[in-house]
Structure formats: structure tokens, C-alpha cells
């Protein structure tokens, strides 16, 4: 044997006590380590329920604003804590884009909008800006929209012009629905039928539905006077007047068709011809005959 194999001791063997320590404090560690492990567990557990709840109450809380009709308030509020810290330059207004003119005057809707370039984009409330757009009579409808960092996109959808309404010795351009548009550059528009009466306008479309179904007919039509809020007088290019029935008007209005069709009735020497009653057309002649009246 080598001197330095002899040299070498034996390997002491641990006592039975060691053992137990390094035994226990192994268990010891193994539990520490699972509880840490079941109280991230439990952690991650409530952290779920915590941004569940937490996104729950933001979406009951969006509804509430929005059934209360809180919605332009609560934007309001955040718009004005928006104003107190200065914008950056990224997110000013750079460009005003406006699509879907082609009536409306476009300085108009620049002017109403206001002087809007240069200002925080955030801070603008789109609600205000749609609401002065409306008064214009031209706009309909408007959409205002912020396009980050720096537009504002408009789009008008304008009224349809409709009819030239005569009341009080002034004219006036309206829509279907009796919406005045404007009293401003009217001869352009002097192909459209003329209403006359205080309460024309909500009823005029109505009637210019009927009328339309005989096209060369309305096209004679000069004006039609309301009468009473509750029926309608036609007058024709050649001075003929036609007095509608209150009721059943397309029926009288077809029949009034064939009349001129088949005896060209309204060509005749005739001043008025009366169509209020549905069996009965009274007929009023013109300057030549004027003292007779015929039942027809």
C-alpha cells in the first residue's frame, strides 16, 4: 500500500442524530416552498376576481351614463380635465375636412364650426360642434369625427329640396317634410312646385306625392293654396282653379286626369271647377259665360 493510501482516512459515517436534522429541515423547506406556491396560486386567484369586478363596474357604469343620458356630460367632464394640462402638438387640430356639400355654402359650415385649427383635438366637444352644424337649413344630418393626431372629419348629408313655399309675401325653399332650407338664390329652383298657406308646408308633401302619380298633369300646376289646414285649391297655368275634396284626393285627382284626357276639361273657358263633393262636379265658366254654372 501506498504511503499515501495509508495516509488516507476512512470515512467517517454520519450519526443517526444528523440525519434527522438534515431530514426535518428538507420537509421543512419543501413545506415552506408549498405554501408559497398555494398562496400565489390564491393571489393570482383574487387578482382575476379583483379586474373582473373592476371591469364589471365599468361596463354597468358606462350603461347607467348612457340610459341616464349622462353620456355629453361625462365627455364634458373629461374634455375639461383634458383643458388643464397643455396639449401636445401632436394632438392639435391640424386639418378640417368636410365632405357631402353641394348646395350648403362651404364658408358657411367653416364659419359655424369656428376657428377650430390650433386647438387641443381632445378638448373639442364633437356633440356642440354637430349641434351648430344642424342649424344650418341646408344640413340634415352631420357626423363630426376626430381622426388622430390631428383631423377633423366632417360629413353633411344635406336636405333634398322639395317645394317653394309663399306665405306672408315672402319665398322660401323646404324639403319634403316642410323643413325651410333657405329664402336666398330661389330662381334655381323655380321648376318646383309652389305652396302657398300658413300650414302648407307639413302638408305639402303629401299632396305633391298624389300629384306626381300624373306627370303631365302637375306639370300644368302653378301653385297650390291650402285651404284651412284641411284641403288643397290647384292653380293652373292657364287660371284655371280646382278645388280638391278634403278627403279621397288621389281618387279625385285621377279622376280629374281622365276628365282632361277624354274632354280636355281643363283647356275649356272654365274659372273654377269644384271637386269637393264625390258625386257631383260643379263647374264655374270662365269671363264668358260667368253668369251660369253647370253640375256635372
Known amino acids: 500500500m501506498s504511503s499515501l493510501a495509508r495516509r488516507t482516512l476512512p470515512r467517517a459515517s454520519r450519526p443517526d442524530s444528523q440525519r434527522k436534522i438534515d431530514t426535518a429541515m428538507a420537509a421543512a423547506q419543501h413545506e415552506a416552498k408549498r405554501k408559497a406556491l398555494a398562496w400565489r396560486r390564491r393571489a393570482n386567484a383574487l387578482r382575476q376576481v379583483f379586474l373582473l369586478s373592476l371591469f364589471s363596474a365599468a361596463l354597468f357604469g358606462a350603461w347607467w351614463v348612457h340610459e341616464e343620458g349622462h353620456t355629453e356630460q361625462f365627455l364634458r367632464v373629461g374634455e375639461n380635465l383634458w383643458i388643464e394640462v397643455p396639449a401636445p402638438k401632436t394632438l392639435r387640430v391640424a386639418q378640417v375636412r368636410i365632405d357631402g356639400l353641394v348646395n350648403a355654402d362651404r364658408e358657411l359650415v367653416t364659419r359655424q364650426l369656428g376657428a377650430l385649427e390650433g386647438r387641443a383635438i381632445l378638448s373639442l366637444s364633437l356633440g356642440e360642434l354637430r349641434d351648430k352644424l344642424l342649424m344650418i337649413g341646408w344640413v340634415q344630418e352631420a357626423t363630426v369625427k376626430r381622426s388622430l393626431p390631428g383631423v377633423i372629419e366632417v360629413r353633411i348629408v344635406e336636405r333634398e ?121 260643379t263647374i264655374r265658366p270662365g269671363a264668358a259665360n260667368k253668369n251660369s254654372v253647370q253640375n256635372i
Open 161 to 281: 329640396p322639395y317645394a317653394i313655399w309663399q306665405h306672408e309675401g315672402a319665398l322660401r325653399l323646404i324639403d319634403s317634410g316642410g323643413v325651410e332650407i333657405t329664402r336666398e338664390g330661389l330662381g334655381s329652383y323655380d321648376h318646383l312646385p309652389l305652396v302657398v298657406g300658413a300650414d302648407a308646408p307639413s302638408a305639402a308633401g303629401r299632396l305633391i306625392d298624389v300629384l306626381r302619380t300624373e306627370p303631365a298633369l302637375i306639370s300644368r300646376v302653378h301653385a297650390m293654396v291650402h285651404v284651412g289646414a284641411r284641403r288643397w285649391d290647384l292653380k293652373f297655368n292657364n287660371g284655371v282653379e280646382v278645388m280638391l275634396p278634403e278627403q279621397e284626393v288621389a281618387a279625385a285627382w285621377a279622376r280629374l286626369a281622365e276628365l282632361d284626357q277624354v274632354h280636355a276639361i281643363l283647356s275649356r273657358d272654365i274659372a273654377v271647377l269644384d271637386m269637393r263633393l264625390p258625386d257631383r262636379l
